[in-house]
């Protein structure tokens, strides 16, 4: 299993405040999805990443994808409450191999 | 969206007793599903790759004779632990994939187990 770092592991912010969470690798990977997950329930996917550079927005969340295809980024702004949760990146390795960062728990304080 | 249906999503045994987890592609087919293990606050941990007509793959330190995996067809797969024990206690997840890698990997809900 390829090593996917992720920091910070844990973030609590105001809301309205902006933040960015981090996954690298010294390995390349084909894909790259980030998900995000409430207590008790599975993973949900956020967005998949394949060509190195790609930046992809989701109304105020930013994911960017490193040149090289070894590191991605997450940058939520104006974080609202229901932006709580753990966030998670995999990195894919050809069809199946999956590669699982640590994970990154936000908490967006009121 | 593919969906992963997971259930049953918590259940309560007794030590010694065996509990079946079933994750079930409703809307595509998996030849490939996989079996998670979480702790809060942490991340996934892969406990083994299932595969559709054979026997599963599983992660080094995993114990096959305890966490049975069954894939009989295309859209289901189960997991069983076996005389469960407290420290079996957790967050078990499924996941699969609906065609080409760009699609992401759909998680089931979850289930959580606690072994009294």
């Known amino acids: 299993t390829q090593l996917l770092e992720q920091s910070p592991q844990f973030l609590s912010i105001q809301e309205g405040e902006n933040l960015t969470v981090y996954c690298n690798s010294s390995?390349?990977?084909?894909?790259l999805q980030w998900y995000r997950q409430e207590p008790g329930e599975g993973p949900v996917l956020l967005v998949t990443v394949v060509t190195g550079g790609e930046v992809k927005k989701l109304k105020r969340l930013t994911f960017q994808f490193g040149d090289a295809r070894k590191d991605s980024s997450l940058h939520i702004t104006a974080a609202q409450p229901g932006d709580t949760g753990l966030y998670l990146c995999v990195g894919g390795v050809g069809d199946y191999k999956l590669s699982f960062g640590a994970g990154t728990t936000v908490t967006v304080r009121a | 969206g593919a969906v992963v249906s997971q259930h049953p999503s918590r259940v309560i045994c007794k030590s010694g007793t065996s509990v079946k987890i079933e994750c079930r592609s409703l809307?595509?087919?998996?030849?490939?599903m996989f079996w998670y293990r979480q702790f809060p606050k942490q991340s996934l941990m892969l406990m083994a790759t299932s595969n559709e007509g054979s026997k599963a793959t599983y992660e080094q330190g995993v114990e096959k004779d305890k966490f049975l995996i069954n894939h009989a067809s295309l859209t289901l797969s189960t997991l069983t632990v076996t005389s469960a024990h407290p420290e079996d206690s957790s967050f078990y997840i499924c996941s699969a994939r609906d065609g080409w890698a760009g699609n992401g990997y759909t998680f089931g809900s979850g289930t959580r187990l606690t072994v009294v």
């Open positions: 809307d595509f087919q998996a030849t490939t």
């Open positions: 390995s390349v990977f084909s894909s």
